[in-house]
Nanobody, 113 residues
Framework: QVLESGGGLVQAGGSLRLSCVTS????????MGWYRRAPGLQREAIAV???????NYIDSVKGRFTISKDKAKNTMYLEMNNLKPEDTAVYYC?????????WGQGTQVTVSS
């Protein structure tokens, strides 16, 4: 199970840090990712981190978002900078590839222009 937090309302250009606490040892997970679902669109994977901390991002967030994890806290993070209105979405964490049973409630991020 996962629990996301850290979303909120922010102006364009602002920053937020999302957190994802896992119920199992995060060090044992091969790959985890952050996903988002924008209004009217399908959920998409935006950032992935491997067990060895190799990261990958989609082009639209590359250079603005940073995925990381703290093994001691079983927590994964998504640092989001220079936020844009098109980043408005519900953000989720899950395994990569995602597990249907592991979707959490997500956390809402709203970026105003």
């Amino acid at each position: 199970q996962v629990l996301e937090s850290g979303g909120g309302l922010v102006q364009a250009g602002g920053s937020l840090r999302l957190s994802c606490v896992t119920s199992i040892d995060i060090a044992s997970i091969d790959r985890m990712g952050w996903y988002r679902r924008a209004p009217g669109l399908q959920r998409e994977a935006i950032a992935v981190i491997s067990r060895s901390d190799v990261t990958n991002y989609i082009d639209s967030v590359k250079g603005r978002f940073t995925i990381s994890k703290d093994k001691a806290k079983n927590t994964m993070y998504l640092e989001m900078n220079n936020l844009k209105p098109e980043d408005t979405a519900v953000y989720y964490c899950n395994y990569s590839p995602p597990s249907h049973e592991s979707w959490g409630q997500g956390t809402q991020v709203t970026v105003s222009s």
